[in-house]
């Protein structure tokens, strides 16, 4: 099935469609977390990826609309953790619209980045911690890239998350 805009008369692609071809790219996904006045705040994301060698940047595209978008600029340093399979739960925690801000983080095991403060998933297969170095308008959603200030493998042996059609899988 090959489809392009303005297909039978259709003015563009419709947005549905358009969700189903890119859920077919598979990510890995990871939980971007921030400490603003004292508070932590953390959102799953499944758009994280290196950006730059020279200098070291990553960038990971939070939504306007949700809270952590202006908490994490506000911020200007976060902290990246890459899930294992095993944390499926927190990934669809930290993705559940409105949830609860005080203690959001109770129950899940983390530890605090030497540089940002900000918290680092112990069950994660990579960790970094950044600085905003720039952010781009990308319509409903923000490009925000990071200069990479410290690099862990909190767990060397796990096993990444994988996100494909809509759906948590794992390598095997």
């Known amino acids: 099935m090959r489809l392009v805009n303005g297909d039978n008369g259709d003015p563009g692609v419709d947005p549905g469609l358009f969700r189903q071809v890119v859920g077919r790219f598979a990510t890995g996904v990871a939980i971007v977390t921030s400490v603003v006045d004292g508070n932590d705040h ?3 994301v499944n758009a994280f990826a290196s950006v730059s060698l020279d200098p070291l ?3 990971f595209c ?3 609309i949700a809270r952590f ?3 994490a600029l506000d911020a200007g340093e976060w ?3 890459v899930l294992a399979e ?3 739960d927190a990934s669809q925690w930290f993705a559940t619209r409105g949830r609860m801000l005080d203690g959001q ?3 899940w095991e983390h530890v605090r980045g030497p540089v940002t403060g900000a918290a680092i998933f112990k069950n994660a297969v990579a960790a970094l911690e950044c600085r905003t170095h720039a952010v781009h308008d990308a319509g409903d959603h923000s490009i925000v890239v990071g ?3 410290s690099l862990d493998v909190p767990s060397p042996d796990a096993r990444p998350l994988i996100f494909y059609e809509g759906d948590y899988h794992g390598l095997g």
């Open 79 to 81: 902290a990246v953790s």
């Open 62 to 64: 939070p939504e306007k």
């Open 147 to 149: 200069e990479v200030l």
């Open 69 to 71: 978008h202006d908490l």
């Open 86 to 88: 095993e944390m499926r």
């Open 57 to 59: 940047l990553v960038m």
């Open 42 to 44: 953390a959102m799953t």
């Open 105 to 107: 983080l109770q129950g």
